[in-house]
């Protein structure tokens, strides 16, 4: 057991009365107020060591103006950023990717995929800076997608990918007037319709679908493009202007041409080319070859190519000498030689020409 120290004011003192079993009275004999005595711990005035927490709230304390200061300032801040922050439900991240778009009418989607988007993904891989290249090819129609990290300047990476598209152009395949040039946009989410407009107009007073279509290429787009805060603005739909040219099988297979010839006549004759210059003395005049169509009629003026009329004649025969009587008073023979005589010679025809008008028509 534990010995009881005597100067430990917890434990009991022998004159309590409590420890007699008898509550403590006055002289009077009435029962005395209880008393109480307070003993304090002989450490329980060691100092212990400052926790950071508390210092930072004694500094608080011992500068107090300084704390009012800096909430007031926060506060002022807070302010000013309401007013002046821009607030989005959804806000802005530019997009990372850059697409390039190209268009070949007639050509498959395998022809698509192995003369166009081949060949692009293959320059555009070392375009710096580049994440993941993919491509989707159709009929006629080919868009290779780029993908950048995002952060990336897309300004600059898009004149990176034109100048690279400007190289790359030269080694696609030529399909004369078919071919329309890729062109590299930006794939953004915010390039998405946020307004549709329908135009009409009436028929009573000339507005059919082509002019129509006229007056919106040529008027309402650039109105529109006036409008602040407005990226593009992109016509479809109505009718455009255009030539169609309807061949006819039957006569191309009586001229034994095909419709391929026909293509690469129109494709030949409607350019606009320079010729050179022409020196007269102290002047020089420059020459230039514009043929291309205006109207119906100059594409049914094209010549596609000459056809050979073929040649006609009677052969030849030969021709056989009388026999002659001989003289001196007897009988003679003479040997008859056969002689060929030359055939008549058939009369060349020039090659006729046959033009567009000759196995198509224009409407």
Not at 173 to 180: I, R, S
Not at 205 to 228: C, H, M, S, Y
Not at 337 to 346: L, M, R, V
């Amino acid at each position: 057991m534990r010995a009881q120290d005597p100067s430990d004011p917890r434990q009991p003192r022998p004159d309590d009365s409590a420890g007699q079993g008898k509550p403590p009275r006055t002289p009077d004999g009435a029962p005395a107020a209880p008393t109480t005595r307070v003993g304090l711990h002989p450490h329980a005035f060691v100092r212990r060591r400052d926790n950071p927490l508390h210092m930072i709230h004694r500094w608080s304390i011992e500068h107090p103006y300084a704390v009012v200061a800096f909430y007031t300032a926060m506060m002022v801040l807070a302010l000013i950023s309401i007013r002046q922050m821009p607030r989005r439900f959804a806000p802005y991240v530019e997009s990372p990717m850059i697409g390039v778009v190209t268009m070949m009418p007639g050509l498959s989607a395998q022809e698509m995929e192995l003369q166009i988007s081949k060949p692009i993904e293959e320059q555009l891989v070392n375009v710096k800076g580049l994440r993941y290249i993919r491509s989707t090819s159709q009929d006629g129609f080919s868009i290779v997608a780029l993908e950048f990290p995002y952060g990336t300047d897309m300004q600059r990476a898009v004149v990176d990918v034109q100048s690279l598209m400007n190289v790359t152009q030269a080694n696609l395949p030529q399909t004369g007037a078919n071919l329309k040039p890729s062109w590299v946009v930006p794939i953004d989410p915010l390039n998405l319709p946020v307004l549709s407009l329908s135009l009409r107009g009436d028929p009573a007073q000339g507005w059919d679908p082509l002019r129509v279509r006229e007056f919106a290429d040529n008027t309402v787009i650039a109105r529109l493009k006036t409008v602040p805060d407005v990226y593009s603005v992109v016509p479809f739909g109505g009718y455009r202007r255009q030539l169609q040219v309807i061949v006819n099988r039957e006569k191309l297979a009586a001229f034994g041409i095909s419709i391929l010839d026909v293509r690469s006549a129109i494709d030949r004759y409607n350019v606009s080319a320079a010729a050179g210059t022409v020196t007269s003395g102290p002047h020089e005049a420059i020459v230039r070859v514009d043929t291309r169509f205006a109207t119906a009629e100059d594409v049914l003026n094209y010549p596609i190519l000459g056809v050979g009329a073929g040649t006609s004649g009677a052969a030849g025969g030969q021709a056989q000498a009388p026999s002659g009587m001989g003289m001196g008073g007897g009988m003679g023979t003479t040997e008859s030689a056969a002689s060929p005589i030359p055939a008549p010679t058939p009369a060349a025809r020039s090659p006729r020409v046959v033009y567009v008008r000759d196995v198509a028509r224009v409407v």
